[in-house]
């Protein structure tokens, strides 16, 4: 069965780094395009960004592009995100997703930005 497995949330403070991860099983991971997603206290659940099969094509909200970077390793089956110059309305819970007919989800991985 599909499993999508996030780590590497936590606190950091305005300006920090981080970098999240999602070890996918359970599909064919090379074939498939990968998102990450997030959800704020308080607001609905959007779409960072999106990387294609080989990782050769991303897109970004505009909010997080040029901080944010979304990179895949095939071999290891698994997704990227590196958030820099982190705000404090990054702040949020971070699934990844995959469409394979319907959505699949990982439980999340909480990222707060605060000094």
């Known amino acids: 069965q599909v499993q999508l497995v996030e780590s590497g949330g936590g606190l950091v403070q305005p300006g920090g780094s981080l970098r999240l991860s999602c070890a996918a099983s359970?599909?064919?991971?090379?074939?498939?395009?990968m998102r990450w997603y997030r959800q704020a206290p308080g607001k609905e659940r959007e779409l960072v960004g999106t990387?294609?099969?080989?990782?050769?094509?991303?897109n970004y909200v505009d909010s997080v592009k040029g901080r944010f970077t979304i990179s895949r390793d095939n071999v290891k089956n698994t997704m990227f995100l590196q958030m820099n110059s982190l705000k404090p309305e990054d702040t949020a819970v971070y699934y990844c997703?995959?469409?394979?007919?319907?959505?699949?989800w990982g439980k999340g991985t909480l990222v707060t930005v605060s000094s």
């Open positions: 997703n995959v469409k394979r007919g319907v959505d699949y």
């Open positions: 359970g599909f064919t991971f090379s074939s498939y395009a």
């Open positions: 990387i294609s099969t080989s990782g050769g094509s991303t």
